[in-house]
């Protein structure tokens, strides 16, 4: 996700306090990993860092007014010396807000307009916050209103959109500012599946020795640094071993093991741990604007990912939930005629080419929330809130039917299929043998 706006940091606080505490001397640290899991926090951090080394005081943390500073506080306004690159499947996200004090609007307006923007295929999807003048609205934007059609172009080129926006803005004005805005939030640079060596040497390494033009330092982060293929890598060690004074690069992924040995040596590498879920919860309401039931449940089905919390479908994963639901009953006296149906089930939904795919939820991690209450249940862990609260009932009654080294024997055959889907093993096999393998070495009713 984007952004500047939550006011805290929640947990990650202390690990911003330690970077702005040091000196941004000459000797200090200049290349970082981020590291931990998707949709915790890692980018807003990074963001927050850039904000205190590009500010024009010395103020710890930026001083939020200075010219360099002000960037930050829209979200689509663009620091020059700020480069950020992410998936371009990542959505837009903007504060309701501002938006609404920047256009003048009423919440209603807006989201008549919001509406339009599907229809029109400004956007491709859109995950609003509830109504209200709270919480962040996300956007996926539509790449060939903004991209030259080759696919390896990762710089916006805003002259594409600003042509189909003249008319707009003349007859529209409304409409036509949304969509700028929109669009002019997009991030310095995106990719699509992968970053090879030629885009990194172009978009990093060419410009890294470049002068900053509005601050005293340069900022680079790379949003999904295990996409940077091994050339790119190899490429970038140059740079990483001895970047120019001014200039700081980040490198973040929930994947360290992606990145080089050499990468990895030449980095300072910062570990981020999961929100715990009473603090994702409480940030979920804030930035969807909703209840604190409501944020309980996306909280609880997203495990600590907030942008996958924000972008969940509830009548899409309470749908699946359900069916993943009745085959865990039948698991223990399986009928075999239902293995073609069950194993496309859970196997479309797994390569189901999804919008956003990373903020899916997958059966596999239904199953294993679902399982992990069952175990609370069994353990009698009356302290503990469970995952899927809202059936509580009908999980004890599942609880019943199996016994703790069932459950165990399950999720471990669940760490199975991750694995083969993780190494691209074709979903439908992978689902297959682990319904034949569980039903098969589960005690007989
Ligand atoms: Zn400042």
Known sequence: MNPFYTATLHQHSHILNQLIRTNLGERTQQVFIFCGPAGIGKKTTALRYARHCLCDTTEQGGCGHCRSCATFNYPWSHHPDLIVFQPFDEPVALPRKQMLATLQIEDEEYLSYQAQLEQENWVSNIFPALPG????????????????????????????IDKQLEPILENRPVFGSIVRHIYSAVPSGTYVRSLKVETVRSAIID????????????????????????????????????????????????????????????????LFTPLASDKSSTLIQDLHNCPELEARFRSSVS???????????????????????????????????????????????ASRKTKIEAQTITPVEILESVLLDILHIKEAHAELKLMHEDISEKIAKIA????????????????????????????????????????SGLPKT
């Open 207 to 270: 410009k890294v020795g470049q002068k900053p033009y509005m601050s005293k330092r340069k900022i680079f982060i790379l949003d999904g640094a295990d996409k940077l293929t091994i050339g790119a890598q190899n490429a970038l060690l140059k740079t990483l071993e001895e970047p120019p004074p001014s200039t700081f690069i980040i490198l973040i992924t929930p994947f360290l093991n992606k990145l080089l040995p050499t990468v990895r040596s030449r980095c300072r590498t910062i």
């Open 400 to 439: 019943v039917l199996f016994s703790v080294n069932d459950v165990l024997f399950i999720a471990e055959k669940l760490n199975e299929v991750q694995f083969r889907l993780d190494n691209n093993v074709n979903p439908q096999w992978v689902y297959e043998r682990f319904l034949i393998e569980v039903t």
């Open 133 to 160: 003048e709270a919480g962040l609205d996300l956007f996926l934007l539509n790449r060939d209103l903004i991209y030259d059609k080759s696919p390896t172009s990762i710089f916006p080129n805003h002259g594409i």
């Open 303 to 349: 495990s600590g990912n907030i942008q996958k919390a924000l972008t969940v479908v509830r009548e899409e994963f309470l749908i699946l939930r359900q069916r993943v639901m009745q085959i865990l009953t039948t698991l223990l006296s399986y009928p075999y005629r239902q293995l073609a149906n069950d194993t496309a089930l859970l196997a479309s939904s």
